[in-house]
């Protein structure tokens, strides 16, 4: 059983950084490609970037490119999301979640199914 905990939330500034930290235990991160979700109130969850079991590759949604880099150090069961010029509108809860791949593959996707772990959320809260 793979357990997740996210950490980093708080509250932060427009403009401003936070970097997100999804720590993973009971299992080792090598066979799983990671999923960073967010969801702010009122609205649907979101994805906002995944990043392959290897590490090579990462896929951002639009509305993150360029701003929000993931990260992995598979030595540590850990994957980062550093978020800079942080906005408004990125105040939510945001999740890890992993899905099963090959260890090594360069493959993930950003997508809320085939998810076989979750953690519980950290909440980024972005306002002056």
């Known amino acids: 059983q793979l357990q997740l905990v996210e950490s980093g939330g708080?509250?932060?500034?427009?403009?401003?950084?936070?970097?997100?930290?999804?720590?993973?235990?009971?299992?080792?991160?090598?066979?799983?490609?990671?999923?960073?979700?967010?969801?702010?109130?009122?609205?649907?969850?979101?994805?906002?970037?995944?990043?392959?079991?290897s590490g090579e590759s990462t896929i951002y949604a639009d509305s993150v490119k360029g701003r929000f880099t993931i990260s992995r150090d598979n030595a540590k069961n850990t994957v980062y999301l550093q978020m800079h010029s942080l906005k408004p509108e990125d105040t939510a809860v945001y999740y890890c979640a992993a899905e099963i791949v090959l260890r090594g593959s360069n493959w993930c996707k950003i997508r809320d199914y085939g998810m076989a772990y979750w953690g519980k959320g950290t909440l980024v809260t972005v306002s002056s």
């Open 10 to 53: 708080g509250l932060v500034q427009p403009g401003g950084s936070l970097r997100l930290s999804c720590a993973a235990s009971g299992l080792t991160l090598d066979y799983y490609a990671i999923v960073w979700f967010r969801q702010a109130p009122g609205k649907e969850r979101e994805g906002v970037s995944c990043i392959s079991s």
